[in-house]
């Protein structure tokens, strides 16, 4: 499993082993059932303090993408991540409505529009 | 305490050949000047003892092994127990070598006998080296060693070996002090003329060391208990 | 368990110097960096703790129970759980490898003699070597596999990498994160298993930076500071402002207090939270806290 942490990246620490897990396990390469690494065994393998690494690994239970077992660690949680998607990508539909909706009242323009999410979608690759 | 006292004679392994060395030499001198062998016995107890425990108080200050003791699985009164077991051993020890040394010493004047040049002043040493004499010696060594650790391993215990040092000789002037005015006290008094001669017999010179031998146990364990309470509240 | 250590209201005074209300604890399962000045009084608090002094006031739980309260015997076995690090090697002199080894056999229930055996060979200390052939970095490197072959629950570590060259730290901040990740007995309950935790105080704050999940502060006896190293080096950060820059700082009310120190170039400014400050004011630089400049500034810089 590799995690790549940036010091001089403006999202915190948690956040970036948050996303970085999330996207391993949106793609496949951890699988429903794998077993993660403790919480103690990461924040030492990255150099990182285990607060760090608890906060990351509390906030993927509380999105529902890994599950822990007391006593016997962190697991990818099974066949959600498909679920998860589909609740990701309904958010996402319902917050571009919100802006769609938005931009019609405030008298901005498709194009206007499409031209704004551009722009935000490349600020965020560079950042 | 079994690893207190293991752990004591460990650090003391190389002085343990190296205080007989030292002994020799010193004990050689006191022959010539006291011209007797009596003494001999009893005098390298005391010194063999208090070289070496002067050396585990030594060993307690040095980069703070006392505040590491603490820290290991080995309660405050089982330090001071230990503490206490290895000076018998090292008193019995003392006593050994004293001993040794001794007959050694005893050889060396026999050869020195045979020499035309010497051989007036080994016979004049021989003549005053029985071996009753010698046995009695070595005990009154083992007494009066354990009679200066009853008083001196507290004091060592309580405030380590640079502040008790200076305390010591204090302690000591006020013991001897206190013998000294019981035995003026004792001259005062009657004679029992009985006594005395019962006394010079064998038997009653054997009964009079045994009983200061129980003294001296018996003070040297009211010292560790006393030694034990100070221990306890000492800031390390 | 919830602490291993639990040290709340300490007291203790001595000629010139005293420790007043100090609380230090050490959760389960974490690193907790201990720093202060010199004579701030980091090596009193640890060994009120470990037994060594007897405090005015105040309690110290070990491992959950309270120290003071129980028999000697108790609080001896509660020491089979802890081990310790000193800055200097403090065994006697005349002792050798193997000699340590069959005390430590002796003293602790837990031993573990192969365990031992390797650390050594990994530390390169051969068995015949005598306390005082060891050099400086040697013998904390033998105390440290002493303290660690032994299955404790808890270490404190006491200045104990000051002599060490950098390689050498890093390797022992490695011993030490393999230490953590182990499990071990716990001692108030021997059928269950508990987290490690180690308590190190030092000086050299950039191993702190590496390993330490909290940072605790003393200064002349008390506590300073107590806070997750990562409010230091992943949120606190340093502006450096201009004296005009630094004006319009002063008259902002949204951050608070805040510790400044103003230098010949310019003026540092402890702020709490950098993401936020950097929003507000995009033109002054804001690097990120090392746990030196937080400590020298919370310790001696003013407030605004």
């Given at each position: 499993m590799d995690i790549i942490i940036s010091?001089?990246?403006?999202?915190?620490i948690y956040g970036q082993i948050g996303s970085q897990i999330e996207t391993l396990i949106m793609t496949g390469q951890l699988q429903a059932g794998d077993r993660l690494p403790s919480i103690r065994a990461l924040a030492n393998d990255l150099r990182i303090s285990a607060i760090t690494t608890k906060r990351a690994y509390s906030e993927l239970e509380s999105k529902g993408f890994i599950e822990s077992v007391p006593g016997k660690g962190c697991f990818v949680a099974g066949g959600n991540a498909e679920l998860l998607r589909e609740q990701h990508l309904r958010r996402i539909e319902s917050l571009l409505q919100q802006a769609a909706d938005e931009a019609r009242t405030g008298n901005v323009s498709n194009r206007e529009l499409r031209d704004m999410v551009d722009l935000i979608l490349e600020s965020e690759d560079d950042g | 305490m079994k690893a207190m006292v293991a752990c004591d004679f460990a650090c003391l392994r190389g002085a343990l050949k190296g205080v007989l060395f030292s002994s020799l030499f010193v004990s050689v001198v006191v022959l010539v000047g006291m011209g007797s062998f009596y003494i001999l016995p009893a005098c390298l107890t005391a010194m063999v003892f208090l070289t070496l425990i002067n050396n585990l108080f030594a060993y307690d200050e040095l980069n703070d092994w006392q505040g590491l003791r603490l820290t290991m699985p080995i309660t405050r009164t089982q330090t001071v127990q230990g503490r206490y077991v290895s000076a018998l051993l090292l008193v019995l020890y003392g006593a050994v070598a004293g001993i040794v040394l001794t007959v050694v010493l005893m050889g060396i004047a026999v050869v020195v006998q045979s020499i035309p040049a010497g051989s007036a002043f080994a016979a004049g040493l021989l003549a005053n080296g029985d071996w009753q004499g010698i046995a009695l010696s070595a005990f009154a060594g083992i007494a009066l060693s354990m009679l200066i650790a009853a008083v001196m391993l507290p004091v060592m215990l309580r405030n380590g070996l640079t502040k008790g040092i200076r305390v010591l000789p204090v302690m000591f002037a006020l013991v001897v002090i206190m013998l000294l005015a019981l035995g003026q006290g004792v001259m005062q008094m009657p004679q029992p003329v009985g006594l005395i001669a019962w006394l010079q017999t064998d038997i009653g010179a054997i009964a009079a060391i045994l009983a200061i031998l129980v003294i001296s146990v018996v003070l040297f364990a009211a010292s560790c208990f006393i030694a034990i309470k100070l221990y306890a509240r000492r800031e390390l | 368990m919830d602490n291993l250590l639990a040290i709340r209201g300490l007291c203790k005074k001595y000629d010139g110097f005293a420790l007043y209300d100090v609380d230090l604890t050490v959760p389960a399962g974490s690193v907790v960096g201990f720093i202060g000045t010199n004579g701030a009084g980091k090596t009193t608090t640890i060994k009120s703790a470990l037994g060594a002094t007897v405090p005015d006031g105040g309690s110290i739980e070990l491992f959950g129970q309270d120290v003071q309260a129980m028999s000697e015997s108790r609080s001896a076995e509660l020491k089979q759980h802890v081990g310790a690090v000193f800055?200097?090697?403090?065994?006697?002199?005349?002792?050798?490898v193997r000699a340590i080894a069959s005390m430590m056999a002796c003293l602790y229930?837990?031993?573990d003699a192969t365990g031992f055996e390797r650390r050594c060979a990994e530390f390169g200390l051969s068995s015949d070597k005598k306390v005082k052939e060891l050099s400086r970095g040697m013998g904390m490197k033998l105390m440290l596999a002493c303290a660690l072959?032994?299955?404790?629950?808890l270490l404190v570590l006491d200045?104990?990498?000051?002599?060490?060259d950098p390689m050498a730290r890093d390797e022992v901040l490695d011993t030490l994160r393999s230490f953590m990740v182990g499990e071990c007995t716990s001692s108030a309950d021997p059928g269950a298993s508990c987290e490690r935790g180690i308590l190190i105080s030092s000086h050299i704050t950039s191993d702190l930076e590496k390993i330490a999940d909290y940072i605790v502060c003393i200064d002349a006896g008390r506590i300073v500071f107590a806070v997750e190293k990562d409010a230091i080096t992943e949120t606190a950060g340093i502006a450096r402002c201009r004296a005009d820059q630094f004006a319009r700082v002063r008259e902002d009310a949204t951050f608070g207090d805040m510790r400044f120190m103003t230098h010949s170039y310019g003026t540092d400014i402890l702020v709490d939270d950098r993401f936020a400050f950097q929003e507000s004011f995009p033109d002054i630089t804001v690097d990120r806290a090392t746990i030196d400049e937080y400590m020298s500034l919370r310790l001696k810089g003013g407030i605004r």
């Open positions: 010091n001089s990246s403006t999202v915190p | - | 800055d200097a090697c403090s065994f006697p002199s005349g002792m050798n229930g837990a031993w072959s032994h299955n404790a629950s200045e104990a990498t000051a002599g060490l």
